[in-house]
């Protein structure tokens, strides 16, 4: 039997980040295993080039300081906020997420 590719095993638990929390590329890059926070990234990314339905909650996933990454010239980092807002995350002045609050570890 072969193994799932990489980005469908990334995908699988970006999928398991319930409504209303945040994670981080981190634990996700562990949970997979063997892998870098910027892999995850790298599978978020590619997101773009899928099909309709197969849908990844990818805007659940921060940076270890609890901030969104910047990506997409600026506009997708503002899509990723709203997102997150829509499901009752909060955003500090800083623009940081309370990752004792609405973090998620799998």
């Not at 063997?34 to 805007?59: C, D, K, N, T, Y």
Request: net charge neutral.
């Amino acid at each position: 039997m072969a193994e799932t590719p990489l980005y469908e095993r990334i995908y699988a638990v970006v999928r398991q980040v319930p409504r209303g929390y945040v994670t981080t590329y981190g634990q996700v890059a562990r949970m997979v295993g063997g892998i870098s926070a910027q892999m995850v990234g790298f599978a978020l990314a590619a997101l773009r080039e899928r099909a309709p339905g197969e849908e990844v909650p990818w805007q659940r996933v921060i940076n270890a300081q609890g901030k969104i990454s910047p990506h997409g010239m600026g506009l997708g980092t503002h899509i990723q906020r709203q997102l997150l807002e829509e499901e009752g995350i909060l955003f500090d002045v800083e623009g940081r997420v309370d990752l004792s609050v609405f973090g998620w570890g799998g």
